[in-house]
């Protein structure tokens, strides 16, 4: 396996005070947002981009199994996308905070 360092100081916490004692969060970031100095490499961001959708399409896949036992998993397999499970959920809803406008931005 490959470790790459990146000179990414943009994934440094960023913080309300000089004590760091108050992380800022995404929504709160917005303000302070500048464009890359570099250019972008497209092929990371086709790579961050295929994971978000995995991410999207994992989770709606198992949304109704989620927190099930593994034997009910082994006797349930998961083929398509369902309605109910643990939160209720409509047939294909995402239920971690990714919503597709988050994703919409992100594809932009």
Known sequence: MH???????W????FHDTK?????????L???LE?????IDTNLLDHIRGSLIGLALG?????????????YLLEHRVTDLQAGGTWGLRKGQVFIKISLNK????FK
């Open 3 to 9: 470790c790459i360092y990146l000179d990414a100081h």
């Open 103 to 106: 994703l919409y931005i992100v």
């Open 11 to 14: 994934l440094d916490p960023k």
């Open 30 to 32: 917005e303000s302070i």
């Open 35 to 39: 464009h890359p100095s570099t250019p």
């Open 59 to 71: 989770d709606a896949l198992g949304a109704h199994v989620e927190f099930r036992p593994h034997q």
């Open 20 to 28: 760091l004692s108050k992380i800022k969060k995404p929504d709160e």
